[in-house]
């Protein structure tokens, strides 16, 4: 075999290791049902959960434990997922910023002693736009009269 055609080889090699070591860490959404099951059978991976903030009559988030003061690096709050099982997360980190807008959570981490141990939190806030702004995009009539 020739040179060229050996670091080919190699070059291909490197490339589908590095195409499976990223798609093994890839996750799919989960609930707090699965990540305890996993917990339970000693499985340490950790899952993707995605959920809402259970909120009060006047739309606030309720259950929202963060006081920067006494710790900045604790935030506990309690999460919905999709199967409306709640359940008590502890980021172990500062409150994300926009965090009581947000429309939607996602939660990247394991359960331990029967809380949800959160390493990641993303959060989906409500859009900038409002649909009123919406038909006000294109030019003005005057504009397009001429």
């Not at 917990?39 to 259970?54: E, I, Q, S, Y």
């Not at 006047?58 to 999709?82: H, I, Q, S, W």
């Not at 008590?88 to 939660?107: A, C, F, G, L």
């Amino acid at each position: 075999m020739k040179k060229s055609h050996i670091f080919i080889l190699v070059v291909i090699a490197a490339a589908v290791g590095i195409i499976m070591s990223t798609m093994a860490d890839a996750s799919t959404y989960s609930t707090f049902t699965i990540a305890r099951q996993q917990a339970a059978a000693g499985n340490p991976a950790k899952v993707h959960v995605v959920g809402t903030l259970p909120r009060d009559s006047d739309k606030r988030p309720v259950g929202l434990e963060y006081d920067p003061v006494v710790n900045p690096n604790y935030f506990a709050f309690t999460m919905v997922d999709t199967l409306h099982v709640a359940q008590r997360v502890v980021y172990r980190n500062p409150k994300p910023q926009d965090m009581d807008k947000s429309e939607q959570v996602v939660i990247v981490g394991a359960m331990k002693d029967g809380v949800f141990e959160a390493d990641q939190i993303l959060t989906k806030c409500p859009s900038k736009y409002v649909e009123k702004d919406l038909g006000k995009t294109g030019p003005p009539a005057t504009a397009m009269n001429n």
